[in-house]
């Protein structure tokens, strides 16, 4: 019988660090994931349950290009399984479970705009969004990414914003509070829609942040007019299991790990909190 809780067995091949409490794993599976018919070993907004045996596991959505067998994952040094992930070092071992859930219904985005938006630490789910976007930029439209933070320290995957940039992604950027040196936008990540300017009958949006963030934002994607079955909502709260027998993540009638983590906001809007 397939044993849905076993893990298998990830290499550790980079570590960079992202922010004091944030590091960046690139890791080789003992048996890469299965590569779809487009050419996609995951598909972007899916997550993982990484961790250690003795210390447990936590979920990580997928923060690399969805076109690569080596996995990315982000971790934010806030309890004991992260704070032991963060004692490994490259050449170390951890353990995978997944891809699991749906992400984004990248298929349903051609010939659409793209307006991702987050904050904070929800940015990781939406890297291999833009990963795919830049891969498949002749057929899209325009793609904007959104992102705040508390502070321009707290800007995760600066490294990569030119590269970004030169591939078709238009970047808006904001922190909370004015801070020496820092010449951009300063206030909430919603404030930045007044940058970009859409059709919001070919666009879609993809919105990943803290609670109070994606409220906000959702306040100030609905008067662009972007339908709400074209929001969606990457929701990776609550996760525990992956697989849909904790029941720990019920959203409604809906399992985030088994019906999301991806939700058109049409489908989980009266279920929100």
Same mark, same amino acid.
């Given at each position: 019988?397939?044993?849905?809780?076993?893990?298998? #067995?990830?290499?550790?091949?980079? @570590?960079?660090?992202?922010?004091?409490? /944030?590091?960046?794993? *690139?890791?080789? &599976?003992?048996? $890469?994931?299965?590569?779809?018919?487009?050419?996609?070993?995951?598909?972007?907004?899916?997550?993982?349950?990484?961790?250690?045996?003795?210390?447990?596991?936590?979920?990580?959505?997928?923060?690399? #290009?969805?076109?690569?067998?080596? @996995?990315?994952?982000?971790?934010?040094? /806030?309890?004991?399984? *992260?704070?032991? &992930?963060?004692? $490994?070092?490259?050449?170390?071992?951890?353990?995978?479970?997944?891809?699991?859930?749906?992400?984004?219904?990248?298929?349903?985005?051609?010939?659409?705009?793209?307006?991702?938006?987050?904050?904070?630490?929800?940015?990781?789910?939406?890297?291999?969004?833009?990963?795919?976007?830049?891969?498949?930029?002749?057929?899209?439209?325009?793609?904007?990414?959104?992102?705040?933070?508390?502070?321009?320290?707290?800007?995760?995957?600066?490294?990569?914003?030119?590269?970004?940039?030169?591939?078709?992604?238009?970047?808006?950027?904001?922190?909370?509070?004015?801070?020496?040196?820092?010449?951009?936008?300063?206030?909430?990540?919603?404030?930045?829609?007044?940058?970009?300017?859409?059709?919001?009958?070919?666009?879609?949006?993809?919105?990943?942040?803290?609670?109070?963030?994606?409220?906000?934002?959702?306040?100030?994607?609905?008067?662009?007019?972007?339908?709400?079955?074209?929001?969606?909502?990457?929701?990776?709260?609550?996760?525990?299991?992956?697989?849909?027998?904790?029941?720990?993540?019920?959203?409604?009638?809906?399992?985030?790990?088994?019906?999301?983590?991806?939700?058109?906001?049409?489908?989980?809007?009266?279920?929100?909190?």
């Amino acid at each position: 019988m397939n044993n849905l809780y076993k893990p298998q #067995s990830a290499k550790i091949v980079g @570590i960079e660090e992202l922010s004091p409490t /944030v590091k960046f794993f *690139t890791l080789r &599976l003992a048996k $890469k994931f299965k590569k779809n018919k487009d050419g996609l070993y995951f598909t972007p907004g899916q997550f993982v349950m990484a961790g250690e045996i003795g210390f447990g596991e936590s979920t990580f959505g997928l923060a690399s #290009s969805p076109y690569n067998a080596d @996995i990315k994952i982000c971790v934010r040094k /806030v309890g004991n399984v *992260t704070s032991e &992930l963060h004692r $490994k070092e490259k050449g170390d071992a951890i353990f995978i479970r997944g891809p699991y859930g749906n992400g984004f219904p990248v298929k349903k985005f051609a010939r659409k705009n793209i307006v991702m938006a987050a904050g904070g630490v929800g940015i990781p789910p939406l890297v291999p969004l833009i990963e795919y976007a830049i891969k498949n930029k002749n057929r899209l439209g325009e793609v904007h990414l959104l992102y705040g933070s508390a502070t321009p320290g707290d800007l995760l995957f600066k490294k990569e914003y030119s590269r970004w940039q030169k591939g078709g992604v238009d970047i808006c950027l904001t922190i909370d509070k004015p801070t020496p040196g820092w010449e951009g936008e300063i206030g909430f990540v919603s404030m930045l829609c007044k940058q970009i300017d859409i059709d919001p009958r070919s666009t879609v949006a993809a919105i990943c942040g803290p609670g109070p963030m994606m409220a906000s934002m959702e306040k100030t994607i609905h008067p662009l007019g972007i339908a709400d079955e074209n929001i969606y909502i990457s929701d990776e709260r609550r996760l525990k299991c992956g697989i849909g027998k904790c029941q720990h993540c019920t959203c409604g009638h809906k399992y985030v790990c088994l019906d999301g983590p991806v939700f058109p906001y049409s489908e989980i809007k009266d279920n929100w909190d």
